[in-house]
């Protein structure tokens, strides 16, 4: 079955960094588009960024310059790297795919950035 597993999240002062991993298994990774999604305390799930499987990328607006998402098909796995953090940054991310016509989610890792 699809599994998307998360990692690579905590506590980080803003301006810092971190780098969220996303293990993919159960699918055809190389030839799946993947996106990493977030939902703050109180607000609705919003998308941060997606990598098509030619590797183009897409970026919401309050994140662009600041984060990159890639891919390593070799792995199975999807990154984002976030620079200079800010606490609106805070949230659960969320990795996704859609496979066969069906979205699938990870469980999420938690984004801290302390003001």
């Known amino acids: 079955q699809v599994q998307l597993v998360e990692s690579g999240g905590g506590l980080v002062q803003a301006g810092g960094s971190l780098r969220l991993s996303c293990a993919a298994s159960?699918?055809?990774?190389?030839?799946?588009?993947m996106g990493w999604y977030r939902q703050a305390p109180g607000k609705q799930r919003e998308l941060v960024a997606t990598?098509?499987?030619?590797?183009?990328?897409n970026y919401a607006d309050s994140v662009k310059g600041r984060f990159t998402i890639s891919r390593d098909n070799a792995k199975n796995t999807v990154y984002l790297q976030m620079n200079s953090l800010k606490p609106e940054d805070t949230g659960v991310y969320y990795c996704?795919?859609?496979?066969?016509?069906?979205?699938?989610w990870g469980k999420g890792t938690l984004v801290t950035v302390s003001s």
């Open positions: 996704n795919t859609e496979w066969r016509s069906m979205p699938y």
């Open positions: 990598i098509t499987i030619g590797s183009s990328t």
């Open positions: 159960g699918f055809i990774f190389r030839i799946s588009a």
